[in-house]
């Protein structure tokens, strides 16, 4: 054993292609490691950050491993060495451990090598003058050695051994190549259950090289946690790694154990026939020759056709396809789902999802052919008959590269196919199959060829099937990761297979985006058939295979005739490479690199004197605006009539666009209906500057008329989503605005250009004049609104208010639109064709308001959930708040390039991936379009009849006030138990997201940035005080907040302070510490229950006996305990039998007794009498606390 793997040891030190592979292997590590920023609160070099590194590098390796692991054996029989091995006195399991070793070793050596190149990379990012990467901790060498160990050793050994167990009993590389797949595949089907709070755990056991589980396991870690806690070699992580270690062990114990020479040395081909004495030769054929052009078609069509139906009919192949097809019905049932509710089978949605699948799959499958067909007779040892064939280089290559294509077309039905089927399957026949054929042929299919291409001429251009498969997985995968990491671009022109941003709609199709996705697909074609020319140029036909010998043969084939065709295919290349620039970098701009953190930096160190100098505000805006869909064009004029509201004079007018569009003019400004002219034009940041024929007086009021347009040009790389053939959606930022403001939050970008650290974005509650801005646009208080919206015909235009009138003229629909009550300079405007589902609601004062859902005639299924979720809204906060101010509620359907909905005056914009497509027949858990859409009719109240001021934490008020508001009505609707899965996503989605803040994690009444915070730590925190507080009590202290700060009639706005104060009023005295941890601290629970039994009584009641265990800690902005509390708290505990289901088969808790105990820290014991025997006896059973782990808050009675 010695011998052997001290001779496999330095067999492989001696090749060439080993150090190759530790080179490559280092050269990723070390890009990946320099380059690697954090765009949260982390340190670059955090354990986390290390892991996340270094762990994924073994999923890139898998070809070095099948390399240097899954031909030890097979090369002895490929170089006829094997029986002269087995003539040898050595043991079976000697020949095999030696192998097995010295290939091991190797591969420890390359991963040694890669943490080594990660050290390195590391080390020049920490002295590197780059702060906007992140900040450094100190070195750490226990960071780099537990993955190494953890992950990348033992993800070596079971990728090892599993390749040398399937060469030494297949003796094919075409097995390793699916044992290698389906690995991959395990690994992306465990990350589609991350997702799942249900089926979470499932990703610990899938995902075989550990990824999952580390993520499973630091899911809920503070910045603090992740900067100082190491790999856990514990829990889930630890049980991952022992179960693929020891599925790694089997597959080498078989291969020690069941090794055999004598099977090794079979063929494995069918038994060779007897040979038949009375066979008699017949006479040599005469056969004529002839070299014309049509038999060099048939040739080519004969080789082509044999070379196709080699792939087709391989076993791996077919494997490989119904591999795919399970793997992509998976993945588009555990992906099309929201909240646990499935979304309809719509053929948008299937395309989308089987390209995760199925089309990865694909790739992979041509990838890997690509390697086959350049060294298939080499590998099998009839290249030397096969070359000598009276066939052209160019039938040899073409055949093969023809092949490929046509694998690349049956692969792209396939992907068609199995969409369809799957419809089918759940008996949705709505299929979309122009949308099929238009995605699959103008998306899919440019991609398997493109792929298809550069993997052949890479195989080509290396001679090396496993250094080919690398180059092409690094150029597929790694390409774009270095181009994002290292220069920041998002440019398709250098991104391979880089495409201008799209989306698919049911409203909009594909819109106007595939004009630019033609050209930028024909631009990498062209660019992929030039390697594909050179690659003929080097193609290896008999035994002339050095360098040497290959740039030679390579000069005599550039004959006059392929210097034509490539000259031909350049300059096609080069015009449509020119025209692509021309779109996307003259007449638009790439956003590449730091061009827009660069012109941010750059205003605000030039204009930073201008924020909070005085302005005009607005008092009244008649806004005409005129959308040409068609054109993706749009013309508007605002009439503005303003005020100075401060004490000084102003002389100067600043007007900044803000439209998303660079194409948008400023055509014309008027003040008191006289033309003005910018004094000052900065076309860079789009500023113009205007001075005022005299100077605006204290509270002097003023009319401003701005004309502005913009059209579209070309082809951008952006989504261009404002004006689009049929779902524009334009808001306030069509107008410019009044004031300076800064844009650059992240301290490392400020620290990178010179500006000073922000600790807060907003000023504090204590500037006087912050509390005279809203939040939303400091250039108005409350405004009187309106707006005469212009369109096509054949669409209907929306905007904030009630209908006023309408008319049509010139082939274009008016619509006039005014609100009845004034709002905040907040407003909309849609369009599209739009079918109306239409009711009302009564108003406690007997007012009838209108509800409206305008929406697409494609989606009538969930209309009815919305129209619930808007009355149950507007009767709840009418009836709790204030009275709904106008007549006229409605709900506008815009196309899926986002998954949102944003409340405007009376008008609420709603995605339509968000609710109008879900199937609520199938939920599991809430409905949330129901709770949405209350969270958005809310809005109402929490955000325009109560706008917050531009302070630090003020924005609670708007979010956390209207997702309480939904939660409330949800309350209403379902009952307690309707929304015990929302807490249980809350709390999961604040846990998960505290690791992912930029700035340090603030209290609630701090917060100015994290969703996490706002919805859903808010919402929980504002759910508890209701239930421990009292709903009435709550609600009657926000009705007191309302009135005193509603349509900013005190004169400043309110601030999260003046919320706290108001619920912290209304709080007994034993519960004022339930508001003060909510709003002012951070606060974890760790609350579970210990122990349950229970005992039947002679009287037929059941006593049980229950002991829970709680403990509160407080935490500080980095996730650091603070300290432990010592004082008791008040919480929910509770008996229960067997969940129940409802009407629509959702499981509900079943509480045989529910009672709120003070509880002191540590263990709590507690006796309760039942009539019926409980099942589960729990803390905080419907998690609304905020406890890190929920899972241990129930447990079953035991008797």
């Given at each position: 054993m010695?011998?052997?793997?001290?001779?496999?040891?330095?067999?492989?030190?001696?090749r060439?292609?080993?150090?190759?592979?530790m080179g490559?292997?280092?050269?990723?590590?070390?890009l990946?490691?320099?380059?690697q920023q954090?765009s949260?609160a982390q340190?670059?070099?955090s354990?986390n950050?290390?892991a996340?590194?270094?762990?994924?590098?073994s999923?890139?390796?898998?070809f070095f491993?099948?390399?240097?692991m899954?031909?030890?054996?097979y090369?002895?029989?490929?170089?006829?060495?094997?029986?002269?091995?087995?003539?040898?006195?050595?043991?079976?399991?000697?020949?095999?451990?030696?192998?097995?070793?010295?290939?091991?070793?190797?591969?420890?050596?390359?991963?040694?090598?890669?943490?080594?190149?990660?050290?390195?990379?590391?080390?020049?990012?920490m002295?590197?003058?780059?702060?906007?990467?992140?900040?450094?901790?100190?070195?750490?060498l226990?960071?780099?050695?537990?993955?190494?160990?953890?992950?990348?050793?033992?993800?070596?050994?079971?990728?090892?051994s599993?390749?040398?167990?399937?060469?030494?009993?297949?003796?094919?590389?075409?097995?390793i190549?699916?044992?290698?797949?389906?690995?991959?595949?395990?690994?992306s089907?465990?990350?589609?259950?991350?997702?799942?709070?249900d089926?979470?755990w499932?990703?610990?056991y899938?995902?075989?090289f550990?990824?999952?589980?580390w993520?499973?396991v630091k899911?809920y870690?503070?910045?603090?946690?992740l900067?100082?806690?190491?790999?856990?070699?514990?829990?889930?992580?630890?049980l991952?790694?022992?179960?693929?270690?020891?599925?790694?062990?089997?597959?080498f114990?078989?291969?020690f154990?069941?090794?055999?020479y004598?099977?090794?040395?079979?063929s494995g081909?069918?038994?060779?026939k007897?040979r038949?004495?009375?066979?008699?030769?017949?006479g040599i054929?005469?056969?004529?020759q002839?070299?014309t052009?049509?038999?060099?078609?048939?040739?080519?069509?004969s080789l082509s056709?044999?070379?196709?139906?080699?792939?087709l009919?391989?076993?791996v192949?077919?494997i490989l396809?119904?591999?795919?097809?399970i793997?992509?019905?998976?993945?588009?049932y555990?992906?099309n789902?929201t909240?646990?509710?499935?979304?309809?089978?719509?053929?948008?949605?299937?395309?989308?999802?089987?390209?995760?699948g199925?089309?990865?799959?694909s790739?992979i499958?041509?990838i890997i052919?690509?390697?086959?067909a350049v060294?298939r007779?080499r590998k099998?040892k009839?290249?030397?008959?096969?070359?000598?064939l009276?066939i052209?280089?160019?039938?040899?290559y073409?055949?093969k590269?023809?092949?490929l294509?046509?694998?690349?077309?049956?692969?792209?039905?396939?992907n068609i196919?199995?969409?369809?089927l799957?419809?089918?399957?759940l008996?949705?026949f709505?299929?979309?199959?122009?949308m099929y054929?238009?995605y699959n042929?103008?998306?899919?299919?440019p991609?398997?060829?493109m792929?298809?291409?550069?993997a052949?001429?890479i195989?080509?251009?290396?001679?090396n099937?496993?250094?080919?498969?690398?180059i092409?997985?690094?150029?597929?995968?790694?390409?774009?990761?270095?181009?994002?990491?290292?220069?920041?671009?998002?440019n398709?022109?250098i991104?391979?297979?880089?495409?201008?941003?799209?989306f698919?709609?049911?409203?909009n199709?594909?819109?106007?985006?595939?004009?630019?996705i033609?050209w930028l697909?024909?631009?990498?074609?062209?660019?992929?058939?030039i390697?594909?020319?050179?690659?003929?140029?080097?193609?290896v036909?008999?035994?002339f295979?050095?360098?040497?010998?290959r740039?030679?043969?390579?000069?005599?084939?550039f004959?006059?005739?392929?210097i034509?065709?490539?000259?031909?295919?350049?300059?096609?290349?080069?015009?449509v490479?020119?025209?692509s620039?021309y779109?996307?970098?003259?007449?638009?701009?790439?956003?590449?690199?730091?061009?827009?953190?660069?012109?941010?930096?750059?205003?605000e160190k030039?204009y930073?004197?201008?924020?909070?100098k005085?302005?005009?505000?607005?008092?009244?805006?008649?806004?005409?605006?005129?959308?040409?869909?068609?054109e993706r064009?749009?013309a508007a004029k605002?009439?503005?009539?303003?005020i100075?509201?401060?004490?000084?004079?102003?002389?100067?007018?600043?007007?900044?666009?803000?439209?998303?569009?660079?194409?948008?003019?400023?055509?014309?400004?008027l003040?008191n209906h006289?033309?003005i002219k910018?004094?000052v034009?900065?076309?860079?940041?789009?500023?113009?500057?205007y001075r005022?024929?005299?100077p605006?007086?204290?509270?002097?009021r003023a009319?401003?008329t701005?004309?502005?347009?913009?059209?579209?040009?070309?082809?951008?790389?952006?989504l261009?989503?404002?004006?689009l053939?049929?779902?524009?959606?334009?808001?306030?930022n069509?107008?410019?605005?009044?004031h300076?403001?800064?844009?650059?939050?992240?301290?490392?970008?400020?620290k990178k250009?010179?500006?000073?650290?922000?600790?807060y974005?907003?000023?504090?509650?204590?500037d006087?004049?912050?509390l005279?801005?809203?939040?939303?646009n400091?250039?108005?208080?409350?405004i009187?609104?309106?707006a005469?919206?212009?369109t096509?015909d054949d669409?209907?235009?929306l905007?904030?208010?009630?209908?006023?009138?309408?008319w049509?003229?010139?082939?274009?629909?008016?619509?006039?639109?005014k609100?009845?009550?004034?709002?905040?300079l907040f407003f909309?405007?849609v369009s599209?064709?739009?079918?109306?589902?239409?009711?009302?609601?009564?108003?406690?004062?007997?007012?009838?308001?209108?509800?409206e859902?305008?929406?697409?005639?494609k989606?009538?299924?969930?209309?009815q959930y919305?129209?619930?979720?808007?009355?149950?809204?507007?009767?709840?906060c009418?009836?709790?708040?204030?009275?709904?101010?106008?007549?006229?509620?409605?709900?506008?359907?815009?196309?899926?390039?986002?998954?949102f909905a944003?409340?405007?005056?009376?008008?609420?914009?709603?995605?339509?991936n968000?609710?109008f497509?879900?199937?609520?027949?199938?939920?599991?858990?809430?409905?949330?379009?129901?709770?949405?859409?209350?969270?958005?009719?809310?809005?109402q109240?929490?955000g325009?009849?109560?706008?917050p001021?531009?302070t630090?934490?003020?924005?609670?008020i708007s979010?956390?006030?209207?997702?309480?508001s939904s939660?409330?009505?949800m309350?209403?609707e379902y009952?307690?138990?309707?929304?015990?899965n929302?807490l249980?996503?809350s709390l999961?989605?604040y846990?998960r997201?505290?690791?992912?803040s930029?700035?340090?994690?603030?209290?609630?009444?701090?917060?100015?940035?994290?969703q996490?915070?706002?919805?859903?730590?808010?919402?929980?925190?504002m759910?508890?005080?209701?239930?421990?507080i009292?709903?009435?009590?709550v609600?009657?202290?926000?009705?007191?907040?309302l009135?005193?700060?509603?349509?900013?009639e005190?004169g400043?706005?309110a601030?999260?302070?003046?919320l706290?104060?108001?619920?912290?009023?209304?709080?007994?005295?034993s519960?004022?510490?339930?508001?003060?941890?909510g709003?002012?601290?951070?606060?974890?629970?760790?609350?579970?229950?210990?122990?349950?039994?229970t005992?039947q009584?002679?009287?037929?009641?059941?006593?049980?006996t229950?002991?829970?265990d709680?403990?509160?800690?407080y935490?500080?902005?980095?996730g650091?305990?603070?300290?432990?509390d010592?004082?008791?708290?008040?919480?929910?505990?509770?008996?229960?039998?067997?969940?129940?289901?409802?009407?629509q088969?959702?499981p509900?808790?079943?509480?045989?007794?529910?009672?709120?105990k003070?509880?002191?820290?540590?263990?709590?014991?507690f006796?309760?009498?039942?009539?019926?025997k409980?099942?589960?006896?729990g803390?905080?059973?419907y998690?609304?606390?905020?406890?890190?782990?929920?899972?241990?808050?129930?447990?079953?009675?035991?008797?």
């Amino acid at each position: 054993m010695k011998e052997i793997f001290s001779f496999e040891l330095l067999y492989r030190l001696r090749r060439p292609a080993t150090w190759i592979y530790m080179g490559l292997g280092m050269l990723m590590a070390g890009l990946l490691s320099y380059f690697q920023q954090s765009s949260t609160a982390q340190y670059v070099n955090s354990p986390n950050h290390i892991a996340e590194i270094i762990g994924p590098i073994s999923i890139f390796c898998i070809f070095f491993y099948a390399a240097i692991m899954g031909v030890p054996i097979y090369r002895d029989q490929d170089h006829k060495t094997a029986q002269t091995y087995f003539t040898f006195p050595i043991k079976q399991k000697s020949y095999v451990l030696g192998r097995f070793l010295g290939s091991f070793t190797i591969v420890t050596l390359l991963n040694f090598c890669i943490v080594l190149a990660a050290i390195i990379g590391v080390t020049m990012g920490m002295y590197a003058d780059r702060p906007d990467y992140g900040d450094y901790d100190k070195f750490s060498l226990l960071s780099y050695l537990l993955p190494f160990i953890f992950i990348l050793q033992i993800n070596a050994f079971l990728i090892g051994s599993l390749f040398f167990c399937l060469m030494a009993f297949f003796k094919k590389m075409s097995i390793i190549y699916l044992g290698g797949i389906c690995l991959l595949l395990l690994y992306s089907l465990a990350g589609n259950f991350t997702g799942d709070i249900d089926y979470q755990w499932l990703s610990v056991y899938l995902d075989p090289f550990g990824g999952e589980a580390w993520s499973f396991v630091k899911k809920y870690w503070s910045i603090n946690e992740l900067n100082t806690n190491q790999l856990p070699i514990q829990g889930k992580f630890l049980l991952n790694r022992m179960l693929w270690l020891s599925i790694g062990f089997i597959f080498f114990i078989i291969t020690f154990l069941r090794f055999d020479y004598k099977k090794f040395l079979s063929s494995g081909n069918r038994a060779q026939k007897t040979r038949d004495d009375n066979y008699i030769p017949s006479g040599i054929i005469s056969i004529k020759q002839a070299f014309t052009k049509e038999t060099s078609r048939q040739n080519l069509f004969s080789l082509s056709k044999i070379e196709f139906l080699s792939i087709l009919r391989d076993p791996v192949f077919i494997i490989l396809l119904v591999i795919g097809v399970i793997t992509s019905i998976i993945i588009i049932y555990s992906n099309n789902e929201t909240y646990g509710t499935p979304n309809l089978p719509i053929t948008r949605f299937i395309i989308d999802n089987i390209s995760i699948g199925i089309t990865l799959l694909s790739i992979i499958i041509l990838i890997i052919y690509s390697g086959e067909a350049v060294h298939r007779t080499r590998k099998n040892k009839t290249f030397v008959f096969y070359d000598a064939l009276p066939i052209s280089n160019q039938n040899l290559y073409l055949s093969k590269v023809l092949s490929l294509i046509g694998i690349s077309v049956v692969l792209t039905f396939i992907n068609i196919l199995i969409g369809i089927l799957y419809q089918v399957f759940l008996g949705y026949f709505d299929f979309d199959l122009g949308m099929y054929l238009t995605y699959n042929f103008m998306l899919v299919f440019p991609n398997f060829l493109m792929t298809t291409l550069l993997a052949f001429f890479i195989h080509v251009l290396v001679n090396n099937k496993f250094l080919g498969h690398f180059i092409v997985v690094l150029i597929y995968i790694g390409s774009p990761l270095l181009i994002t990491l290292a220069f920041k671009s998002s440019n398709p022109l250098i991104r391979f297979r880089g495409s201008t941003p799209f989306f698919i709609s049911d409203l909009n199709g594909f819109g106007h985006y595939l004009t630019g996705i033609a050209w930028l697909k024909l631009y990498w074609i062209l660019f992929t058939l030039i390697l594909m020319l050179i690659g003929k140029l080097f193609w290896v036909r008999g035994f002339f295979t050095t360098a040497k010998e290959r740039f030679t043969l390579a000069k005599q084939r550039f004959n006059s005739k392929m210097i034509t065709v490539v000259s031909i295919t350049i300059l096609a290349f080069v015009s449509v490479a020119s025209y692509s620039y021309y779109n996307l970098k003259i007449i638009n701009t790439i956003e590449d690199g730091e061009y827009y953190n660069e012109i941010e930096a750059d205003a605000e160190k030039k204009y930073s004197r201008l924020i909070n100098k005085p302005h005009p505000q607005v008092t009244d805006l008649k806004a005409y605006i005129d959308v040409f869909p068609a054109e993706r064009a749009v013309a508007a004029k605002g009439e503005f009539r303003i005020i100075n509201n401060y004490k000084t004079a102003i002389d100067t007018l600043l007007l900044e666009l803000q439209y998303g569009s660079e194409h948008m003019v400023l055509e014309k400004v008027l003040y008191n209906h006289r033309e003005i002219k910018a004094s000052v034009v900065d076309s860079t940041y789009r500023m113009y500057f205007y001075r005022l024929p005299k100077p605006m007086q204290p509270d002097e009021r003023a009319e401003l008329t701005i004309t502005v347009s913009a059209k579209t040009k070309g082809f951008a790389n952006a989504l261009e989503t404002q004006v689009l053939n049929n779902g524009t959606f334009l808001n306030g930022n069509i107008f410019p605005r009044f004031h300076y403001d800064i844009s650059l939050s992240d301290n490392g970008i400020r620290k990178k250009y010179g500006l000073k650290k922000l600790d807060y974005l907003l000023p504090p509650r204590t500037d006087t004049t912050a509390l005279k801005k809203n939040l939303f646009n400091e250039d108005a208080n409350y405004i009187n609104f309106e707006a005469i919206v212009s369109t096509s015909d054949d669409q209907i235009a929306l905007a904030p208010g009630k209908l006023v009138n309408e008319w049509k003229e010139n082939d274009r629909a008016y619509y006039h639109y005014k609100l009845e009550s004034q709002t905040d300079l907040f407003f909309n405007v849609v369009s599209a064709r739009y079918d109306i589902e239409k009711s009302s609601w009564i108003a406690p004062s007997g007012k009838k308001v209108a509800i409206e859902v305008y929406h697409s005639s494609k989606h009538k299924r969930n209309l009815q959930y919305f129209v619930d979720g808007i009355k149950v809204a507007l009767d709840y906060c009418s009836k709790n708040f204030y009275e709904y101010p106008n007549s006229i509620i409605r709900i506008v359907e815009f196309p899926a390039y986002a998954t949102f909905a944003q409340s405007f005056a009376t008008t609420i914009p709603y995605s339509e991936n968000f609710g109008f497509v879900a199937d609520f027949e199938k939920a599991e858990d809430f409905n949330y379009a129901f709770r949405v859409t209350a969270h958005e009719v809310a809005h109402q109240w929490w955000g325009h009849l109560v706008t917050p001021s531009k302070t630090s934490g003020a924005n609670i008020i708007s979010e956390t006030l209207a997702e309480y508001s939904s939660l409330m009505t949800m309350k209403k609707e379902y009952g307690e138990n309707g929304i015990k899965n929302f807490l249980k996503y809350s709390l999961d989605e604040y846990l998960r997201s505290r690791a992912f803040s930029f700035k340090p994690e603030r209290s609630l009444i701090n917060v100015e940035t994290g969703q996490h915070i706002w919805y859903r730590k808010g919402s929980m925190i504002m759910y508890e005080l209701q239930d421990i507080i009292g709903e009435e009590r709550v609600n009657e202290a926000l009705k007191e907040f309302l009135e005193e700060y509603k349509n900013f009639e005190k004169g400043v706005y309110a601030t999260s302070e003046d919320l706290y104060r108001a619920i912290y009023e209304a709080a007994p005295d034993s519960l004022k510490y339930a508001v003060d941890d909510g709003f002012k601290e951070i606060v974890l629970y760790e609350n579970r229950i210990k122990e349950a039994t229970t005992l039947q009584l002679e009287n037929g009641t059941y006593e049980t006996t229950f002991i829970v265990d709680s403990k509160k800690i407080y935490y500080d902005d980095k996730g650091k305990e603070k300290r432990t509390d010592d004082t008791t708290n008040y919480i929910e505990i509770g008996l229960f039998g067997e969940d129940i289901v409802d009407d629509q088969d959702v499981p509900l808790k079943n509480p045989y007794y529910l009672e709120r105990k003070w509880l002191k820290p540590g263990e709590n014991k507690f006796t309760v009498i039942t009539d019926k025997k409980p099942e589960k006896a729990g803390i905080d059973p419907y998690n609304k606390l905020i406890d890190r782990n929920s899972n241990d808050n129930l447990k079953r009675v035991e008797e």
